[in-house]
């Protein structure tokens, strides 16, 4: 098996050169070649003698994800791509255009173990943590992607397939890798973290005063509910949740985002929304409101656009920062899982 390039940081191929007894500045050369010019073929490495481009080329995988199916929207704005690991295993991302803004949606885990009721990921379980290489290798697969339609990635959110905080270490290497300002430079602001809610790698994760931004996938405003659709949430209940949130935004003075799935007669009615503003009164965040996309193995459906609609208007009116997500990609199911779901 060959080692994924991306999964070395700077300090990994520099000893790996060493060992082959290269020349420190090799180790520049090649991270300039990869990482600045995004030339991930070892044989096009011109300035690189081509004793050593063949070297690289036997020990490292520089396509650590292959595409497997590709299925777009009506509208031409979303993009659902299956993706192929090298040992055979299958992830899904999406590819979101709106206007200037372009945005992918990786994945962190191959499955998922949290088991959330509507997600398409959760109905299947949890194989494997994806590793730092193959998270970052999702991004590069898109930027390559981006420019054969010369478009730039200016967003990158963490909620594909699986929990993120379950693969922090790995989550966090392959952020720091495409965050390297030596190197692709993506900008932390730019990045969106996705958690379930588990409470220690929030607690973490505020302690690392990173710029990444932070959601967190609420869905609920009391533990009766939150409970039946998100079996975590026994262990790290709402208010040691909420408890975990505020002290991140007081410690980070970054705003955080609540994940809201709207399911019909589960947990959009008004007083539900009564009950999310008292919860979240004077709390550094913003709501997103988005309808559930209907799942196999969840008999429920989304809410209606006029229930989204008076739930909305309750948190504005409380002042709490809300806005209501569009579904853009649900014809081709790209809700979490779900094309893998139909393969
Ligand atoms: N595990 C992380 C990130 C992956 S899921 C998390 O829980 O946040 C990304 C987001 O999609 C989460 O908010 C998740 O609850 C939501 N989601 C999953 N399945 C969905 C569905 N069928 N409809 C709407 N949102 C869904």
């Known amino acids: 098996m060959k080692t ?39 044989q096009n490495f011109s300035n690189i003698p081509k004793d050593l481009r063949e070297k690289l080329d036997e020990t490292f995988e520089f396509q650590p994800v292959k595409i497997i199916r590709n299925v777009s929207s009506s509208n031409q704005q979303a993009n659902k791509y299956l993706l192929g690991l090298t040992d055979g295993k299958k992830i899904e991302a999406v590819l979101m255009r709106y206007r200037e803004r372009t945005t992918i949606c990786i994945s ?71 965050n390297d300002p030596e190197g692709f430079n993506f900008g932390e602001r730019r990045i969106t973290i996705s958690t379930v809610g588990i409470i220690p790698m929030i607690e973490k994760f505020t302690k690392a005063k990173r710029q990444i931004n932070l959601a967190v996938s609420l869905h609920a405003p009391t533990n009766t509910i939150r409970n039946q659709i998100i079996p975590i949430n026994k262990k790290y209940p709402i208010e040691d949740l909420l408890a975990a ?21 589960l947990n959009d009615s008004i007083e539900q929304a009564v009950q999310l503003s008292k919860l979240l009164r004077g709390m550094l965040c913003h709501v997103n409101l988005i309808s559930l996309n209907p799942t196999r193995k969840y008999d429920r459906t989304g809410s209606s656009r006029e229930s989204i609609n008076n739930f909305y208007s309750i948190l504005d009116k409380a002042g709490i920062p809300c806005s209501i997500r569009l579904n853009r990609g649900v014809d081709i199911g790209a809700g979490c899982g779900q094309l893998l779901a139909q393969a």
């Open 4 to 42: 994924c390039f991306f999964d070395l940081n700077y300090e990994e191929l520099l000893s790996i050169l060493k060992e082959w007894q290269e020349p420190e500045y090799r180790a520049k050369q090649l991270w300039n070649l990869v990482y600045r010019n995004l030339n991930f073929v070892p």
């Open 108 to 178: 962190t885990q191959v499955g998922c173990a949290m088991n959330c009721a509507f997600c398409a990921t959760g109905q299947m379980g949890f194989t494997r943590n994806l590793t730092s290489g193959e998270i970052a290798g999702q991004v590069f697969f898109f930027v390559k992607e981006l420019e054969k339609e010369e478009r730039k990635l200016t967003n990158l959110v963490l909620m594909g397939m699986g929990e993120p905080f379950h693969n922090y270490a790995n989550v966090m290497k392959g952020i720091d890798l495409i």
């Open 245 to 265: 949130c505020k002290a991140y935004t007081d410690y980070t003075g970054r705003r955080i985002t609540f994940e809201y799935a709207m399911i019909s007669g």
